[in-house]
């Protein structure tokens, strides 16, 4: 089945550590996102890469860090740096056709927690 | 980029039909309207979306103002699984493909 797989589900993690996210689609679509989730709020966007070895912060990415070496990954590191790392972590990936009309497929989801 | 208003949250009965409304009265004229959901603890899913015309799909539909400054998912026949957050969302053809997430509207259904 195509589709885009986050792993682990629920990842827990002391505060001051580096903790990456790991998210792979087999859509073969060019672009891919991360959002971050807050309860009761909307997605906002961390990071997002339309090409390999190529990507672009979000409103949010002070603290995070991504690479896009393979058109299928794009892994999140939440570093020490991040304030208030604690959320529901989502990626999703897309074509790209600048057309304003590519749907955006997301992942489950991970959902982090630093004690 | 142009922004949407969306009531907060919104209450229907199961298997009557649920008008979700929204604003966007600074909608540029290259601005699609997208509609997406998010079921608990999920990642959203693409509902629907349209430029001028009225648009179905097997979820829902999309009614879109003539002067397109708002619209209207309806969800024909309301059921529990459609309890969700709803967002909707302007997309503009050549941007570059960022999606803006507001607080959306969070539907409840009533048995």
Same mark, same amino acid.
């Given at each position: 089945d195509g589709g885009i797989t986050q792993s682990p589900k629920y990842l827990f993690r002391k505060e001051g550590q580096n903790v990456t996210l790991s998210c792979e689609q087999n859509l073969n679509h060019d672009a891919m996102y991360w959002y971050r989730q807050d309860p009761g709020q909307g997605l906002?966007?961390?990071?997002?890469?339309?090409?390999?070895?190529?990507?672009?912060?979000?409103?949010? &990415?002070?603290?995070? !860090?991504?690479s896009r070496e393979k058109k299928e990954s794009f892994p999140l590191t939440?570093?020490? &740096?991040?304030?208030?790392?604690? &959320?529901?972590?989502?990626?999703?990936? !897309?074509?790209?056709?600048?057309?304003?009309?590519?749907t955006q497929y997301f992942?489950?989801?991970?959902?982090?927690?630093?004690l | 980029d142009a922004k949407t208003t969306?009531?907060?949250?919104?209450?229907?009965?199961?298997?009557e039909p649920v008008h979700l409304p929204c604003n966007h009265s600074t909608i540029s004229g290259t601005d699609y309207i997208h509609w997406y959901r998010q079921l608990p603890s999920q990642g959203p899913e693409y509902v629907i979306h349209g430029l001028t015309s009225n648009v179905n799909n097997r979820m829902?539909?999309?009614?879109?103002?003539?002067?397109? @400054?708002?619209?209207?998912?309806?969800?024909?026949?309301?059921?529990?699984?459609?309890?969700a957050v709803y967002y909707c969302i302007l997309r503009d053809r050549g941007r570059d493909d960022k999606i803006i997430f507001g @607080?959306?509207?969070?539907?409840?259904?009533?048995?």
């Open positions: 906002r966007l961390i990071y997002y890469s339309q090409i390999v070895n190529d990507f672009q912060k979000g409103d949010i &990415a002070e603290g995070y !860090s991504v939440v570093t020490s &740096a991040q304030k208030n790392p604690t &959320a529901f972590y989502l990626c999703a990936s !897309s074509i790209f056709s600048g057309q304003g009309t590519d992942g489950p989801g991970t959902r982090l927690t630093v | 969306q009531p907060n949250s919104m209450e229907s009965n199961e298997e829902a539909s999309l009614a879109i103002a003539e002067d397109r @400054k708002s619209s209207t998912l309806i969800l024909h026949r309301a059921t529990l699984r459609d309890a @607080k959306g509207t969070r539907l409840h259904i009533l048995p």
